[in-house]
């Protein structure tokens, strides 16, 4: 592969509203850059990004993936994120290793519940962003209304670079003032370039003088140049855009129709042109501090762990490399672990296969082999460090099923491979409950627990039953209360003792759990505050996990006859159970946010639905075009919500849901 400079390197990951086209692009994006010699569609099941089967059975992405490709002189490294909420985590931890994001939106739709969502994860990481405004050859595509949606949903300045033409024949470049043809003969790949029909020319004048006006806050030679009415360069032109990207103010749009082989490659230039190089990213920057402040040689390797993936039994590192360089059988340092691995095999991704490489330097995104105990979040050294680069945010789960095996010498094959998706999903959660001694899988939403028992059947080859999704809800506490614990019992001839006081109050929803003492130090101490823990994984109502606890263990009184460990814990397990319960203890449910979106004449039928599901209306927008609603419900009353919407909205509404909280069940 030809040698490019870091400095020509460019991270980027697609983001948008389900549907709105980030693989359909990304295909473009491939082909165009000659790393595919067919385009491969999603309605069809054969894009090369969606290569599961369960994507390409259900039309969706389920998992980023990554690519690489060449665009003039620069390397291009491409994730494709989901665009469903329930796999929220793909695009949180593919924008945790980005230095830019390319965000689509649909210009019939506009920016719609999950744009949101994406748009301020990308916006939590710094990440300048480029828009394509797709499907602008469909009836109702309004190019100027989604501008305006974006700047006032986030209040950016958005620069138009191409817009669309009148006859829908075209799109005009409003930097380079010319109209291009892209030709359907051969998918879009030889584009004409014409003059700016007169039909267009005085939208295209007047578009890329609103333009200029907002970039000129950002370069004092566009500036001087607007205020002298004298011309401006394309390359002044560029380079004041490029700026007023960076700054996070401001974001240069395209348009075009990615199913139509139209508008992609300026797209693909706009990339290059105005998203940072590694060196220019604010999360670099940050971590460069970070290596300056712990004195680590500008030498030494550090690399993320970013996603892991296992292909039958072997696993693959997906890696962010920060600094340094990475060969092939090289020893690294998991600041986790704190253990040395050893790389195997290096590659350089494309979706489901890569391409060798001997060596990776900083900058790059790559797949390293041999890595047995990494996880998501890990960093690596190339030498012994302490230092961790910050994780990503993990969404808690909030919905379970039950596995019911064929037969009991299934359930630890189930386990096995359930603990690896555990491994490549971290939002994922699998244990085997104590009481019933079922094989119980967590995770965000319907959805996604759908995925998880669709793959887990088509893997392991064994026949199995799973409930309907149950809500996952905690316990909590509402009081202050104290008490006592204790232990005189006989085990195996031997007589434990213990006693033990302790005191529960009640700390801030979303705070989670203290365990405190100001008694000395002792194996004893020890096992009471190890008892404590366990205490609060088991509440007294439902058996839930209990949660925002300060828990204080006051004393170990001496016992005639001496104390033991396992007295003690015993003790202390007693006093727990004794005091949660006398501390008002209720239960907690799952609370999500809930965003809608609709046309103004179904917004009563909406808000209608909303009040069957005891959500609480926090907010109604009401515009020319759409109505919006925010609410908040809780989880247990949405089952079933989709299909009572689309029933209720003839399928023109539109929503997402993400958690919010735990609150007091109703």
């Known amino acids: 592969m030809k040698k490019i400079a870091p400095s020509n390197f460019r991270n980027i990951g697609i983001i948008a509203h389900i549907d709105a086209g980030k693989t359909t692009l990304t295909e473009r994006l491939l082909f165009y850059a000659h790393k595919i010699h067919k385009t491969g569609e999603v309605h069809d099941g054969n894009a090369t990004m969606d290569f599961l089967e369960e994507e390409q059975k259900r039309g969706i992405t389920i998992s980023s993936a990554c690519t ?94 191409t817009i669309p033409s009148l006859d829908g024949e075209g799109i005009i470049d409003l930097v380079h003032e010319q109209m291009l043809i892209f030709d359907p003969q051969d998918q879009g790949s030889t584009i004409g370039v014409e003059p700016i029909p007169h039909t267009d020319l005085e939208k295209s004048q007047s578009m890329r003088r609103t333009c200029i006006e907002a970039v000129a806050d950002y370069d004092d030679v566009v500036m001087e140049k607007y205020l002298a009415d004298e011309p401006i360069s394309v390359q002044e032109l560029l380079f004041a855009i490029r700026q007023a990207t960076l700054s996070g103010q401001a974001v240069p749009v395209y348009c075009g129709s990615a199913l139509k082989n139209m508008g992609v490659q300026p797209v693909m230039d706009g990339i290059v042109s105005f998203l940072p190089a590694p060196h220019e990213s604010f999360f670099v920057q940050q971590v460069n501090q970070q290596l300056e402040q712990e004195k680590i040689s500008p030498d030494q390797l550090v690399a993320f762990v970013f996603k892991v993936m296992f292909e039958g039994a072997h696993k693959k590192n997906f890696l962010r490399i920060y600094q340094g360089q990475i060969r092939e059988n090289s020893a690294v340092y998991n600041t986790r672990s704190q253990q040395f691995e050893k790389t195997h095999k290096l590659y350089l991704p494309h979706a489901n296969r890569s391409e060798p490489l001997i060596q990776a330097v900083a900058g790059e995104i790559i797949v390293a082999t041999g890595l047995k105990d990494c996880v998501t979040g890990d960093t690596l050294f190339s030498g012994k460090a302490s230092l961790r680069l910050e994780n990503i945010d993990i969404l808690k789960p909030v919905l379970s099923v039950a596995l019911v095996p064929a037969s009991a010498s299934d359930t630890e094959k189930l386990q096995l491979l359930l603990e690896r998706y555990c491994v490549e999903d971290p939002t994922l959660r699998v244990f085997v409950d104590e009481d019933t001694d079922q094989l119980i899988v967590s995770g965000l939403g319907e959805l996604h627990l759908d995925v998880v028992m669709e793959r887990l059947r088509r893997e392991s080859n064994l026949n199995f039953r799973y409930g309907n999704p149950q809500v996952i809800f905690l316990e909590t506490i509402q009081a202050e209360a104290q008490a006592e614990g204790s232990c005189i019992k006989t085990i195996a001839d031997q007589v434990h003792r213990g006693l033990v006081r302790v005191t529960v109050q009640a700390t801030p929803r979303g705070q989670g759990n203290e365990v405190l003492t100001e008694l000395p130090p002792s194996v004893q101490v020890d096992t009471a505050i190890q008892a404590m823990h366990d205490a609060l994984q088991a509440g007294v109502l439902d058996g839930c996990v209990v949660t925002d606890v300060r828990a204080r263990l006051v004393s170990i009184e001496p016992f ?107």
């Open 68 to 161: 690489t490709i060449d665009w003039a002189g620069n390397r291009v490294n491409i994730i494709d994120t989901p665009g469903h909420v329930d796999f929220n985590v793909e695009v949180e931890r593919s924008l945790r290793v980005c230095d830019g994001a390319v965000v689509i939106f649909c210009a019939i739709n506009g920016v719609e519940s999950q744009s949101e969502t994406v748009w301020r994860q990308a916006a939590k990481y710094h990440l300048p962003k480029v828009v394509f405004i797709n499907k602008i050859d469909r009836p109702g595509a309004d190019f100027a209304r989604v501008m305006e949606d974006m700047s006032r949903s986030f209040g950016v300045i958005p620069l138009p670079m």
């Open 560 to 666: 005639e006859g001496g104390l033991s460990d396992l007295g003690v814990r015993m003790a202390t397990l007693e006093a727990m159970k004794t005091a949660l319960g006398h501390a008002s203890p209720a239960r907690l449910e799952p609370i999500m946010d809930l965003k809608l979106r609709m046309p103004a004449e179904y917004l009563g039928d909406c808000v209608n639905l909303l009040g069957t599901k005891n959500a609480r209306i926090l907010d109604v927008i009401t515009d020319e075009h759409d109505s919006h609603i925010k609410a908040q419900a809780p989880m247990r009353q949405l089952f079933g919500f989709t299909t009572e919407l689309r029933s209720r909205t003839k399928g023109k509404a539109f929503y997402a849901l993400v958690f919010s909280h735990y609150g007091l069940a109703g």
